[in-house]
């Protein structure tokens, strides 16, 4: 199998901003190929030859570069556009010439044209026998040969062997160093009737190719998938295909999503599965397939592909846990598996380290583990995931208060929209399935009407018969977009118990920590404290440090939903608190000093301004889920501190070895 790889991305005249952030997040993957164009009619405009100039050397800097000649300049084209062939064929030549004089230094191969049987690439109307393009290529790919380089002819999309064959009949092939094919299973309806599959369509290449070239290589120079669905795992194993295929190199296409103001051939927005072919998002943000290759290269992705291969017997009704490969998700996942029982575990995978967590459930669990790689906003994927389900724990959502300001309509739709989606999929099945919900304590607003007082280390209320916490009677406040997509699924929920009798109940969870928790600066702060401290990193502080949260160990939230669970029939339509309460409420800055307790010495710390929808004090009353079930907090925040720092120097810290003050 081959783990050599390459994608292709155009650059338009003037994109210096975009080419420099692309590049190192690229080089990233471990990728060694790069295709981008060279356009002739862009080359021609002012300030073309410029851009070139500044381009080409920044890209093979440290990728091998395959640039890709093509678009005739319109004022030199026989149909007055840059599809056309140019009114003298031998220009073509002469501008490759030219490519090879100025820049050759900084390739080894020249692509000749892109897309030939293409009309929005090659206009073949106007030469329908394809006399005037081998003519053209056949110039520029002899001259090629004669000065040193190496030509490689343009693979056409969709596929077609008969015009292969003709170009080899013309001669044509002989010239190439390697042919190219094209090829976008599962993306365009244009090669729905007509893919047969890598090997077969590579198979009559490469016969056409020993007829005509047997010395030539076969280059996938184009394939991709779009994630217009949101199916980021079909576009990772889209990409393993490709590249296993019997070809000499694969080039992806692409690396970024297309920007929405950005006007396709087509049209804008003709058809938005344009929009997504890249391994990130407009932003930059990784989609699966380039975070996975910038963790741990083609065979962590190789790793993760095969976690997610789930295999579920006909008739079994699986618990599914949405989220079930983050931090809660995992925890809760791992009790019922405990038990013997099938889970489902649906994860988009999309959180950096969380595959850790589906294959320690993997290897641990065996058969019992059913992943299911898809997002919430995949309506049809929620819907294959929820068919059998005997229960669901909907847990998956977008967690960072700073990442729904930054994206809030993102937000939106995988917090509101996707938990639509699930209660549908639900719905659907005509089955009274249980759905628990994982709410947040943020549907409560910033709770500006307490009046706090600052006393030592920490926040007090300045009313201490409100000290008791903020039970369910608190009328909602939702603030922040987080705040604002996780009540509106809050709210959903409780209606579904309602409207359609669906056995349904909501939990409002405080500030959840434990073993398995990916911590951050923007979500799970316990964990990202003690991650930060035990590598020597410094920790920022967002206001003073004495907010006051209280801390609930994930054993004791496992123990909630599991309770609820079991009284689902009766408490079907409530709305629970979750969290430490007041036996377990302490500040940021007790925290820190815990900390140093354990691991002797005090983290470094920075401050800064407040964030926009923090909560100077938050205390969770939960004495409606211990009347309801009879739950409580049984970790103390000194005990489950510590037992979460043991853990992560365990299993997360590498750069030191620690020996905890017990």
């Known amino acids: 199998m081959m783990n050599d790889f390459g994608f292709v991305e155009w650059f338009r005249p003037g994109d210096r901003a975009r080419v420099e952030a692309v590049l190192p997040a690229l080089e990233r993957t471990g990728a060694s190929w790069l295709r981008t164009h060279i356009s002739w009619a862009d080359y021609h405009a002012p300030g073309g030859a410029q851009w070139y100039d500044w381009l080409l050397p920044r890209l093979a800097r440290n990728l091998e570069l395959l640039p890709c000649i093509h678009y005739t300049p319109p004022s030199l084209s026989r149909t007055g556009r840059s599809s056309g062939a140019p009114r003298v064929l031998k220009d073509f030549a002469d501008f490759t010439d030219l490519i090879m004089t100025r820049h050759g230094a900084h390739f080894e191969h020249i692509e000749l044209w892109n897309e030939p049987n293409n009309l929005l690439d090659y206009d073949w109307r106007a030469d329908p026998g394809y006399e005037a393009f081998c003519e053209m290529i056949g110039m520029a790919a002899h001259w090629i040969r004669h000065r040193g380089w190496k030509p490689v002819l343009g693979g056409p999309a ?28 599962g993306t365009w309806d244009s090669e729905e009737g007509s893919w047969a599959g890598w090997e077969s369509h590579l198979g009559e290449l490469q016969a056409i190719l020993e007829r005509h070239a047997p010395e030539a290589q076969i280059w996938i120079t184009e394939t991709g998938y779009s994630t217009w669905r949101r199916d980021d795992m079909a576009q990772v194993q889209r990409f393993l ?64 592909t095969r ?41 988009n995978l999309s959180r950096q380290g969380v595959e850790d967590n589906l294959g320690w459930l993997s290897a641990r669990y065996g058969d019992l583990v059913h992943p299911v790689p898809a997002d919430l906003r995949d309506a049809h994927g929620v819907a294959d995931a929820m068919r059998d389900a005997q229960a669901v724990f909907h847990l998956a959502a977008q967690t960072a208060v700073t990442t729904s300001l930054d994206a809030p309509v993102d937000d939106f739709e995988v917090n509101a929209r ?130 006051v949260r209280d801390l609930c160990e994930v054993s004791d939230a496992v123990a909630a939903y599991r309770l609820v669970h079991e009284r689902i029939e009766t408490l079907s339509g409530r709305a629970f608190n979750l969290g430490g309460g007041p036996a377990n409420a302490v500040s940021l800055r007790q925290v820190l000093a815990e900390i140093a307790r354990l691991t002797g010495k005090p983290p470094q710390v920075e401050y800064e301004d407040w964030r926009q929808g923090d909560q100077p004090w938050f205390v969770a009353d939960t004495a409606a889920l211990t009347h309801a079930t009879g739950w409580r907090a049984a970790t103390g925040w000194r005990d489950g501190i510590g037992r979460l720092a043991d853990w992560l120097v365990r299993h997360r810290v590498e750069a030191e070895q620690w020996r905890l003050t017990a």
């Open 158 to 185: 969709p596929f077609d062997p008969s015009w292969v064959e003709l170009m080899g009949e013309r001669g044509l092939l002989s010239y190439m160093e390697a042919v190219g094919i094209h090829g976008f299973p």
């Open 241 to 304: 295909r490709a590249l296993d295929a019997p070809a000499a190199r694969m080039y992806w296409y692409a690396w970024q999503d297309l920007q929405p103001e950005t006007v396709i051939q087509e049209g804008h927005w003709f058809d938005p599965r344009h929009y997504h072919l890249g391994a990130v998002d407009t932003k930059g943000q990784p989609k699966l397939l380039a975070r996975v290759l910038s963790d741990g290269g083609i065979e962590r992705l190789r790793e993760v």
């Open 307 to 347: 976690l997610c291969a789930p295999a579920l017997a006909s008739g079994a009704r699986p618990v599914v846990v949405t989220g079930g490969a983050g931090f809660v998700g995992s925890n809760l996942a791992e009790s019922f598996l405990a038990d013997g029982r099938d889970v489902v575990i649906l994860d």
């Open 418 to 547: 996707g938990t639509l989606n699930v209660l549908e999929a639900v719905r659907a099945t005509g089955r009274r399935i249980p759905v628990l919900f994982a709410s947040t304590n943020k549907v409560y607003g910033a709770l500006a009407d307490l009046e706090v007082r600052e006393q030592g280390d920490r926040v007090e209320l300045a009313d201490p018969d409100r000290a008791g916490g903020i039970d369910e009677g608190r009328a909602l406040d939702f603030c922040t977009p987080y705040g604002c997509s996780k009540g509106v699924a809050d709210q959903y929920v409780l209606d579904y118990a309602k409207s359609y009798g669906l056995p349904a109940a909501v939990l409002r969870m405080s500030c959840i920590y434990g073993p398995r928790q990916f911590g951050t600066e923007d979500q799970g702060w316990v964990a990202h404290f003690l991650i930060s401290a035990l590598r020597g990193r410094p920790i920022t502080i967002f206001g003073s440090g004495r907010q």
